[in-house]
Structure formats: C-alpha cells, structure tokens
C-alpha cells in the first residue's frame, strides 16, 4: 500500500468523521489518504467510547483504503495494522503485544487502539475503509491516570518526547507492507506474526460486552482471524468482534 503525505489539521473533532462525511459528499479521496490532527476532540473509539487527544500529544490520523478484498477478508485488516503498529512500537525498544481484534499493549497496558468504519459510497467489487489510529505518543503520567483502564504512552516508556509528524512517518512505513501481505494472503499471511504478539492465547478469557459475554479458553484463531473461544462444555464457538478479558 501506498499512503499518501499526509494532510495535518491543527484541530478535528473526530478524523474518522471529518474524512466519512466528505466521503458521504461525494469527495474524490483517493486510497492512502491520511488526514492527521494536533488536536482531537471528539474521538471515537469502539463501542462509542471516547478518545480525546490534547494539543501535540497524541498522534491521531486516520486513513482511507480501497481493496478488493472479499467481506470475511476484511475481518483480518484491522489485525495487519496492528502488526505494523507493534513493529514500529519495537523499533524504538518497547516490546509490543497485541490484543485481539486490534489493541497494542506495552506491559499490559493499553498505547494504541483503531476504529475501523465502511464508508457508504458503493464502489464495484471494493470496500471502502476508513481507518482511524489513536497511538499515546507524548501522553504523560497526569493524563494516563484520568483513564479508566491501564494505558501508557511512548512517552511513559522511554522517557522521551517524540515529534508527531515524524512518528506518523515512521507508522506509515510500517503499517503498509502488513496490509500488502494482507491483500495478497489474508489473515494465512498474518497469523504466524500475530500468534506470537497476541495475549491470552490458551488462557481462559470473557469475550463480549455487557449482558451478551462468554468464557472459554482463547484456543486459536479461524481462517479469518475471527476468534475460536472453547467452552466448558468443549464446544468451540467462533466471534468476530467483542471485547477481550482476562478472568
């Protein structure tokens, strides 16, 4: 894949929206487009939680893709981006894991998280994504600890500040090749790389959110990327999103 520089905005409610609404318009956004803000207001994450970026903290973009690839196909997108987000994690000495479907984790503690949304143009043969990235990158302890869940940043990491548009750059480089390997195999060309990141693997978990959540074992992954969760019963039952806990 090929990304295009990308634009920068001084301040956005939400990229993700910004970029869906000029979709719905009839804007003609070619595939890689990257719309990236200082500032982010109205984030959203998944199950409409949200993610506020104060000014030059974070690193907040998202990018647009066009691919052929078929629906059960694209289950498997959003774990190729965050194989490339682990990989640029690494390159700056943080051991990264993920986090099924699509978080990264330093220590167990959340840096990053996506939200991936279909745009409603109708495209021949193709989906159209909308891929929106939230990496804690400047975020320091003060801030961290106003979240409800263990999060920490680049920053709480290595103790170093980092320049956003070049870590963007960095991102980028590194989030592309997984999703050419993505295009061309699927998740057969991820599953290797996402075994050895990904937690809980063989540990016993819940999967859901709110009143609709199953425990099991996390014993795998299909040939989608979906989750296969064995039961007590010994029963294995497939998910293809939720949310993923220890128990």
């Given at each position: 894949m090929t990304f295009l520089s990308p634009e920068w905005r001084d301040r956005v409610p939400s990229t993700n929206t910004y970029l869906l609404q000029r979709l719905s318009k009839g804007d003609a956004i070619p595939s890689g487009y990257v719309l990236a803000a200082r500032e982010q207001?109205?984030?959203r994450g998944r199950y409409r939680r949200q993610w506020i970026a104060r000014a030059n903290e974070n690193l907040t973009f998202s990018f647009?893709?066009?691919t052929k690839a078929a629906f059960p196909q694209l289950a498997s997108l959003p774990i190729a981006?965050?194989?490339g987000i682990a990989d640029m994690l690494d390159a700056h000495g943080l051991n990264a894991q993920t986090k099924w479907p699509n978080d990264v984790l330093i220590n167990g503690a959340k840096i990053c998280g996506m939200l991936l949304e279909r745009s409603d143009q109708k495209r021949p043969d193709s989906a159209a994504i909308v891929t929106g990235i939230g990496l804690n990158v400047n975020m320091d302890a003060t801030s961290a600890a106003l979240i409800d869940r263990p999060v920490?940043?680049?920053?709480?990491?290595?103790?170093r500040d980092y320049d956003l548009e070049n870590?963007?750059?960095q991102l980028l480089s590194t989030i592309a090749p997984w999703i050419d390997r993505w295009e061309s195999a699927g998740f057969a060309a991820l599953r290797t790389a996402?075994?050895?990141r990904?937690?809980?693997?063989g540990e016993q978990i819940s999967v859901g959110e709110g009143a609709d959540v199953k425990t099991g074992t996390l014993e795998g992954f299909g040939d989608h990327g979906q989750l296969l969760l064995?039961?007590?019963?010994?029963r294995v039952r497939e998910f293809w999103a939720g949310d993923v806990a220890a128990i």
């Open positions: 207001t109205a984030g647009f893709l066009i981006i965050a194989l920490t940043s680049m920053r709480l990491e290595t103790g870590a963007l750059a996402w075994e050895r990904c937690i809980y693997l064995c039961g007590t019963d010994g």
